[in-house]
């Protein structure tokens, strides 16, 4: 790659980067998604992977799973009446390791570090509250992580791709 493809492709990646993600952010809270920022993270995930569209899916079924993951663990530790410490780590040690183990037998279903992000996205957000006060957050969540894979992960790349081939058809 020459200079002028990698000049192209940062200014490129910053424009799509500077336009998506914005307009995300104002959107997702002009309809009540308190969690619009989920998308940036996940978005982080899915380029972490390489921009594969091809495991867009498998990564936002990770996602779905770490969220649903996230609520199973508070439910869990509100319902234990042990030290608080010990039902953390007995959580996470079971949960933990069934996540690896179902989505390590499922690869091609599941993307398990997206599972993993996922869940510690939504014991972040979750975690502090009682279950009886999740309200919506765990639809919001979800929400928040498929658009940080489809819109802004996905999103972003096509834009870019867009505009090179618009740039090299130019000059």
């Known amino acids: 790659m020459d200079a002028k493809e ?14 998506m993600p914005p307009i995300w952010a104002v959107l997702s809270g002009a309809v009540g998604i308190t969690t619009g920022a989920v998308a940036l993270i996940c978005a982080g995930v899915y380029v972490a992977n390489g921009n594969k569209t091809s495991d867009a899916v498998k990564i936002s079924i990770g996602f779905l799973l770490g969220d649903l993951w996230a609520m199973i663990a508070v439910f869990i530790m509100e319902k234990l009446q042990w030290n608080p410490n010990v039902e953390l780590y007995l959580t996470l040690f079971v949960m933990g390791g069934l996540a690896v183990l179902i989505g390590e037998t499922l690869p091609q279903i599941i993307f398990t ?30 929400v928040a992580m498929l658009a940080g894979v489809f819109y802004v ?17 130019r000059g």
């Open 113 to 142: 570090p997206s599972w993993l992000c996922g869940w510690a996205i939504g014991l972040t957000i979750l975690g502090p509250l009682s279950v009886k006060d999740f309200g919506t957050l765990p639809g919001q969540i979800a």
């Open 153 to 169: 992960g996905v999103g972003v790349d096509a834009f870019q791709k867009w505009l090179l081939k618009l740039l090299n058809k």
């Open 6 to 19: 990698k000049r192209q492709l940062k200014w490129t990646l910053a424009l799509g980067i500077a336009l």
